[in-house]
């Protein structure tokens, strides 16, 4: 079933780590890759493959006159709430009321009015400790329970299919080693949405920002006109910043910067940034706003106080698929035929699917289940998960080459 799937996978910590050097960041990722190698090969898939980068890979041959299709989610975890220990909780014909995960924990209607939208459904929560992992092995699950389906019932029609799970996404390197060649297909799919009846297309132009702060420490009983404290100057140069464009505070198509981690005393500072914008030349604005408050400061205390690092990290899809809107043709034809009112959504985010998008491979991204990712608030509905296996075996069912041509 389905949900045994999600509860299994959940079970391995595949938490990823930003200021890890390795690849993957963390051993655990390969304890789940194992799993999957090995759940690969059980079902009858050929040229399975673990590679010496932890992804996992699988094909699984089809009618020729099929489209092949790709389809992807990743092992790892977001590190903003712990993935170990993982003890998730099965609620049956959920009220609609606050879901009490543990005495000092509540996931709230009021702040998650999302959960309106689930009453009477099968729920799976966490237990108000770590982060249930949904995001992406709600992905997974539903990319392994349609691919039983499939080995199981020999009469179902479909096309040949390329599976891979990918390590490392939540830290940005999803993509680093991805091997091209071993997934050659016309195009895929991510699996790392929300509702089924979303589709993703469009997602956030991104980049981050180090900023390392060099403070002049002195004794404070005599420090009058010669300390400079770089936590002080930390301070300053966030203060710097649009207080508005602030994740908390945006949505839809609106842009932001997010203070990821912050750390120091009074010789040095160290801050990490994210900056995401739909639109390239807003993005563009952003950085200039952080280079010209570094300047500022630099300027008002004399020396090179503040060094600031931006580097880019994904950029937009959209803009791949014009003129291309057959993988999305195709998920709207689905949806219909498994009554799902078709939505396009724009990416508060960014997925794997983006970089293989503008690396040549066409790649929306579509939906798992889950809710309220990356902390102890995320759940995971099962009944729209299982709506999410059922509209991606309509999409294999209905990809013949000469309906849908790139």
């Given at each position: 079933?389905?949900?045994?799937?999600?509860?299994?996978?959940?079970?391995?910590?595949?938490?990823?780590?930003?200021?890890?050097?390795?690849?993957?960041?963390?051993?655990?990722?390969?304890?789940?890759?194992?799993?999957?190698?090995?759940q690969l090969v059980e079902l009858g898939?050929?040229?399975?493959?673990?590679?010496?980068?932890?992804?996992?890979?699988?094909?699984?041959?089809?009618?020729?006159?099929?489209?092949?299709?790709?389809?992807?989610?990743?092992?790892?975890?977001?590190?903003?709430?712990?993935?170990?220990?993982?003890?998730?909780?099965?609620?049956?014909?959920?009220?609609?009321?606050?879901?009490?995960?543990?005495?000092?924990?509540?996931?709230?209607?009021?702040?998650?009015?999302?959960?309106?939208?689930?009453?009477?459904?099968?729920?799976?929560?966490?237990?108000?400790?770590?982060?249930?992992?949904?995001?992406?092995?709600?992905?997974?699950?539903?990319?392994?329970?349609?691919?039983?389906?499939?080995?199981?019932?020999?009469?179902?029609?479909?096309?040949?299919?390329?599976?891979?799970?990918?390590?490392?996404?939540?830290?940005?390197?999803?993509?680093?080693?991805?091997?091209?060649?071993?997934?050659?297909?016309?195009?895929?799919?991510?699996?790392?949405?929300?509702?089924?009846?979303?589709?993703?297309?469009?997602?956030?132009?991104?980049?981050?920002?180090?900023?390392?702060?060099?403070?002049?420490?002195?004794?404070?009983?005599?420090?009058?006109?010669?300390?400079?404290?770089?936590?002080?100057?930390?301070?300053?140069?966030?203060?710097?910043?649009?207080?508005?464009?602030?994740?908390?505070?945006?949505?839809?198509?609106?842009?932001?910067?997010?203070?990821?981690?912050?750390?120091?005393?009074?010789?040095?500072?160290?801050?990490?940034?994210?900056?995401?914008?739909?639109?390239?030349?807003?993005?563009?604005?952003?950085?200039?706003?952080?280079?010209?408050?570094?300047?500022?400061?630099?300027?008002?205390y004399a020396y090179d106080a503040v060094?600031?690092?931006?580097?880019?990290?994904?950029?937009?899809?959209?803009?791949?698929?014009?003129?291309?809107?057959?993988?999305?043709?195709?998920?709207?034809?689905?949806?219909?035929?498994?009554?799902?009112?078709?939505?396009?959504?724009?990416?508060?985010?960014?997925?794997?699917?983006?970089?293989?998008?503008?690396?040549g491979i066409l790649c929306p991204n579509?939906?798992?289940?889950?809710?309220?990712?990356?902390?102890?608030?995320?759940?995971?509905?099962?009944?729209?998960?299982?709506?999410?296996?059922?509209?991606?075996?309509?999409?294999?069912?209905?990809?013949?080459?000469?309906?849908?041509?790139?």
């Amino acid at each position: 079933m389905l949900i045994d799937r999600l509860l299994d996978y959940v079970s391995y910590d595949t938490t990823s780590k930003e200021d890890s050097t390795d690849f993957p960041s963390t051993p655990g990722q390969w304890e789940l890759a194992k799993h999957l190698r090995d759940q690969l090969v059980e079902l009858g898939l050929e040229d399975v493959v673990l590679d010496e980068h932890c992804y996992v890979y699988g094909y699984l041959p089809g009618d020729e006159n099929y489209l092949t299709i790709g389809l992807n989610s990743h092992m790892d975890t977001s590190e903003q709430a712990s993935g170990y220990n993982v003890q998730p909780r099965v609620i049956e014909n959920y009220d609609g009321k606050d879901i009490v995960l543990n005495e000092n924990v509540v996931t709230e209607v009021e702040r998650f009015p999302e959960l309106l939208d689930f009453v009477g459904k099968t729920l799976v929560v966490t237990d108000g400790k770590t982060l249930l992992g949904a995001d992406d092995k709600a992905g997974i699950a539903a990319i392994m329970q349609a691919l039983e389906i499939l080995t199981n019932d020999k009469e179902r029609k479909h096309g040949p299919i390329r599976v891979c799970f990918s390590p490392d996404e939540e830290v940005g390197r999803g993509t680093k080693y991805f091997d091209y060649d071993r997934f050659k297909v016309d195009f895929a799919y991510t699996l790392d949405g929300d509702r089924p009846c979303n589709v993703e297309y469009e997602n956030f132009n991104a980049a981050s920002a180090v900023v390392d702060i060099k403070g002049i420490s002195v004794h404070p009983g005599s420090a009058k006109n010669k300390m400079v404290n770089a936590l002080q100057v930390a301070h300053e140069f966030h203060g710097m910043l649009d207080p508005e464009a602030v994740p908390e505070k945006t949505e839809g198509y609106e842009g932001f910067n997010m203070l990821q981690y912050v750390n120091g005393e009074v010789g040095q500072a160290h801050m990490q940034y994210i900056l995401r914008n739909h639109d390239l030349d807003l993005l563009e604005k952003q950085k200039d706003d952080l280079r010209k408050a570094a300047a500022k400061l630099n300027q008002k205390y004399a020396y090179d106080a503040v060094d600031l690092k931006i580097t880019d990290s994904y950029k937009n899809m959209k803009e791949k698929f014009i003129g291309h809107m057959a993988p999305l043709d195709l998920v709207k034809d689905a949806m219909k035929e498994c009554d799902l009112d078709y939505n396009e959504v724009a990416i508060r985010g960014g997925t794997d699917g983006a970089v293989l998008t503008w690396n040549g491979i066409l790649c929306p991204n579509i939906g798992t289940g889950g809710q309220c990712f990356h902390g102890v608030h995320e759940f995971w509905c099962k009944e729209d998960g299982e709506k999410v296996v059922e509209l991606l075996l309509k999409i294999l069912e209905l990809s013949k080459k000469a309906d849908y041509r790139l």
